[in-house]
């Protein structure tokens, strides 16, 4: 199916009939249907994406569906909606999908919402091409590639801060039903993302007072309020001190440890958000002359900008910042000089055309051991990795390459550029999730690790000690296992103790090694198994 729209898209830009002035519906709903739900199917990886999917099964696997939690333990650091509906799709779908590709379905719906909700906030705020530009521009940007491929709450808060840009939009059109969207992704921020989901919709509250719509305003903060403040009024009753945690690392991150920036920042937000800053800083100058146009987007942008520039240099703290970034690159990326659009144009096709290349390669390292020197490179970073390749694989590989190749010849358009860079991004991760997805499983999964752990320990262990687990580390041991230690500081005398620590570690008297075990492709992260000397 996936190939049959891309096919559906190629077919329309190399259609020999005159070029329509608006890029049709039907070329960015394939476009992205192929973007959000390809690559969906790993296991799940270290850090936020295992944290969150392991939050999401303990969901599924508890009576409590206030206090997220990992493997048993409260997590004080992430709000709950998206992790509610990644369960429920868990539990749904995780019998065909197996729960972590299940689960994962919550990011592709959400990021839909999001592109929705984008296009929709574009054309209200500058009409023709810009709502269908915005999505490509999102489509080929690089910094929302794993967030949409991860289990991320962070895209959920961008969905619904989406949403009430949207209904701000509709507002300064005079369109009542902006007041609804408005205060639905008001109130839906905060509990998808916390404080940050708030910052990425904060810019949009003096749209109904520049509109003088007092009703609007009233009605927007009526649908905000109750629907921001239902979690954390059902915590203070049910879990008050879980929720002053939260609440306290929220405040903490918001205005604790600010800073000067590094040039640590700039360097990631000159990469996670390409290729739209050059389009933003292009369509200031065009718009130079009639600037209130792009007000409340600005506003935005200075918002999300200080927010990230002033705390520590973290790539997801520039999420808030794309939302009203692509809204300004939207309004001038359809009307680059010529010149300019041809040399944007070129660069993409050259790119992601040696993007492709490479990944072949390496595709035919792994199966043919050709090149050589880049089989030997696999191999040793993810020793003991046997590739299998189905006929439908391969095909729909080279299917998706034939028509890149042939998308040489698009027709000019003015919306080619940002449709080269969407097709770009995604065949580069199609090709990806096709050909190397098993390797880098192979290479960052914990299955392995944990499942042999497993296999070391006698039956009706009950009480295992942990030093030096990470919060993602015991959500894929309580995943895929249902293993859950306790802190070596609990006070509890276990017989046994699971430490993760760097290569030829001291071993503490008193205790005896019983296994170690560690990922195929980590030279430093080994897992030890230890047993209390008699």
């Not at 709000?79 to 990011?107: D, E, M, N, Q, S």
């Not at 008001?186 to 910052?199: D, I, Q, R, S, T």
């Not at 290479?443 to 296999?455: D, E, I, T």
């Amino acid at each position: 199916m996936a190939a049959l729209c891309f096919f559906d898209i190629m077919n329309f830009a190399l259609s020999a009939q005159p070029l329509s002035p608006r890029l049709p519906l039907a070329v960015v709903v394939a476009l992205a249907a192929i973007y959000l739900l390809t690559g969906l199917q790993h296991d799940p990886w270290k850090h936020e994406d295992a944290i969150h999917l392991g939050i999401a099964w303990g969901f599924l696997n508890s009576s409590d569906w206030l206090v997220p939690a990992i493997a048993g333990t409260p997590w004080p650091h992430t709000a709950p909606l998206y992790h509610w509906l990644a369960a429920l799709l868990g539990k749904l779908f995780g019998g065909l999908l197996g729960f972590h590709v299940a689960a994962r379905l919550a990011t592709a719906l959400f990021g839909a919402l999001f592109l929705v909700a984008l296009a929709g906030a574009a054309r209200s705020f500058f009409g023709g091409n810009a709502g269908r530009i915005a999505v490509l521009l999102a489509l080929g940007t690089l910094g929302l590639l794993l967030p949409l491929h991860e289990a991320q709450p962070g895209i959920a808060g961008l969905a619904f801060a989406a949403l009430a840009w949207w209904g701000a939009g509709l507002i300064l059109q005079g369109r009542r039903g902006g007041a609804v969207l408005l205060g639905l992704g008001l109130g839906l921020a905060f509990p998808a993302h916390g404080l940050a989901g708030l910052v990425m919709a904060l810019a949009v509250l003096p749209a109904p007072i520049l509109r003088r719509d007092w009703i609007g305003l009233a009605l927007a903060l009526l649908i905000a309020v109750p629907l921001a403040g239902a979690w954390p009024w059902a915590l203070q009753h049910a879990a008050p001190e879980f929720w002053a945690q939260w609440w306290r690392n929220e405040l903490a991150e918001a205005t604790a440890g600010r800073h000067w920036p590094q040039g640590q920042h700039l360097e990631q937000l000159g990469w996670v958000s390409w290729p739209i800053w050059p389009l933003a800083l292009w369509s200031l100058w065009l718009h130079r002359a009639d600037a209130g146009r792009l007000a409340l987007p600005l506003l935005g942008v200075l918002l999300a900008l200080s927010w990230y520039l002033s705390g520590p240099p973290r790539t997801l703290a520039l999420l808030p910042l794309l939302l009203p970034l692509l809204l300004v690159a939207a309004s001038g990326a359809d009307r680059l000089r010529r010149g300019a659009a041809n040399a944007f144009d070129w660069f993409g096709w050259m790119t992601f055309t040696f993007f492709a290349v490479l990944i072949w390669l390496g595709a035919s390292a792994q199966a043919l051991g050709w090149p050589a020197k880049l089989a030997r490179n696999f191999e040793r970073l993810a020793p003991g990795h046997v590739v299998h390749y189905s006929y439908f694989v391969l095909a729909f590989a080279a299917l998706l390459t034939t028509l890149w190749l042939l998308s040489w010849g698009l027709r000019r358009a003015s919306w080619r550029p940002s449709l080269r860079w969407a097709g770009g991004l995604t065949l580069m991760w199609a090709l990806i999730a096709s050909l190397w997805m098993a390797w880098i499983d192979h290479y960052k999964s914990y299955r392995p690790v944990v499942q042999s752990l497993q296999a070391a320990l006698p039956a009706g262990i009950d009480c295992i000690e942990q030093l030096g687990l990470g919060a993602a580390q015991r959500a894929v041991l309580d995943y895929y296992t249902g293993i859950r230690t306790v802190p070596a500081s609990a006070g509890r005398q276990c017989a046994w103790r699971l430490v993760v620590a760097q290569r030829d570690r001291l071993l503490t008297p008193g205790w005896q090694e019983v296994w170690q075990g560690h990922r195929a492709g980590d030279r430093k992260e080994r897992w030890y198994l230890d047993r209390r000397a008699d």
